[in-house]
């Protein structure tokens, strides 16, 4: 008994101190506390989370007029703070031009040049190329390269669903996915797929990401990791390397069937992922590693360009 004792309380100490490591970690180094304002890496970050937020918008089924307006402030400002450090040389992932198409798009409809926060964007911005484009033009990406890299190149986050993706379909894509790597072949990884319109709807209220395309997604993945699986205090991530792995596998699988996806982060308060777990009918021993918006699409809606880093950046040889 008392053996038994001491080793909870060993296994609690040590768990702790790992969660104390991630906290002050995640603590100091995010963009949470310390705001690094004058930081390049940080202002492109926060500049391409904004400008994501346009193409993205630019994409939807309806487009809401002078959708953004709440950061777009923010956002001039840091495109401000980031020309006067680095002056105008933007890296490649850096999507300006998306401003533009969003200009167009206000003006093509007649919206009022002077309204804010239109009169602050440049007629004809090119500093770098983002904004959206055909999904057709992504798949016609397809080209002499090996299968994997023409597949990988012409996948496009899907919003602007059209139907329902075939369950049979679904069911391969998933049965391929389970091919995926895991630690010691544990394969803690589950999931759950809604059909049902209100259901689905009902479940994405707990997702903060999908405001704009909720009422069109016709298929909803959530995929889990098992914690029961997972053994030690080290492994406390394990179950979202696990996860995400396999999501992108399935990713993969649903793409080379025809069917569209959107990832939907997971980025949950305690309360809000307790309820969810409820609301979805997940034991809680399941942690939730993504939502996946699945579906069929048309081949000329338009998705995101979403310019991506240049390989000198990511790469690191040593
Ligand atoms: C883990 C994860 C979470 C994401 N969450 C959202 C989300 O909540 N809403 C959304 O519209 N897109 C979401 N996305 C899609 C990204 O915005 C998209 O992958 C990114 O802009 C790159 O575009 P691409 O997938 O077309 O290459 C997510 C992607 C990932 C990998």
């Given at each position: 008994m008392i053996i038994r004792s001491l080793k909870f309380i060993k296994s609690f100490i040590e768990y702790f101190a790992c969660c104390l490591y991630d906290m002050l970690k995640g603590f100091y180094?995010?963009?949470?506390?310390?705001?690094?304002?004058?930081d390049k890496r940080v202002l492109g970050s926060n500049i391409m989370i904004n400008l994501h937020r346009i193409e993205k918008g630019l994409t939807l089924r309806n487009v809401k007029p002078l959708f953004g307006k709440w950061f777009f402030g923010k956002l001039f400002q840091d495109l401000k703070s980031f020309e006067e450090i680095n002056g105008s040389d933007y890296p490649q992932n850096i999507s300006i031009s998306a401003l533009s198409e969003y200009k167009k798009f206000h003006l093509e409809k007649n919206i009022?040049?002077?309204?804010?926060?239109?009169?602050?964007?440049?007629?004809?911005?090119?500093r770098a190329l983002s904004g959206t484009k055909k999904v057709e033009e992504y798949n016609s990406s397809?080209?002499?390269?090996n299968h994997f890299f023409s597949l990988a190149r012409s996948r496009s986050s899907i919003r602007n669903f059209s139907a329902k993706a075939n369950l049979e379909d679904v069911k391969k894509a998933v049965a391929l996915a389970i091919k995926t790597p895991s630690v010691c072949n544990r394969q803690p990884w589950k999931v759950h797929y809604y059909q049902n319109k209100h259901e689905i709807e009902s479940l994405l209220k707990y997702q903060n990401g999908n405001l704009g395309f909720r009422d069109n997604i016709p298929g909803l993945i959530i995929i889990t990791g098992n914690l029961k699986e997972m053994e030690f205090s080290?492994?406390?991530h394990q179950i979202f390397t696990e996860g995400g792995l396999f999501s992108m596998t399935l990713i993969y699988a649903l793409h080379s069937l025809g069917i569209g996806t959107c990832c939907l982060n997971w980025c949950s308060k305690p309360l809000n992922d307790w309820k969810a777990h409820k609301a979805a009918g997940i034991p809680q021993d399941q942690e939730i590693i993504m939502y996946l918006a699945v579906g069929m699409y048309e081949k000329d809606i338009k998705t995101t360009i979403s310019p991506k880093k240049p390989l000198t950046d990511v790469l690191h040889v040593n």
């Open positions: 180094f995010s963009n949470m506390v310390f705001k690094r304002s004058k009022s040049e002077e309204k804010y926060p239109l009169n602050l964007i440049e007629k004809e911005d090119t397809i080209n002499s390269e080290y492994e406390r």
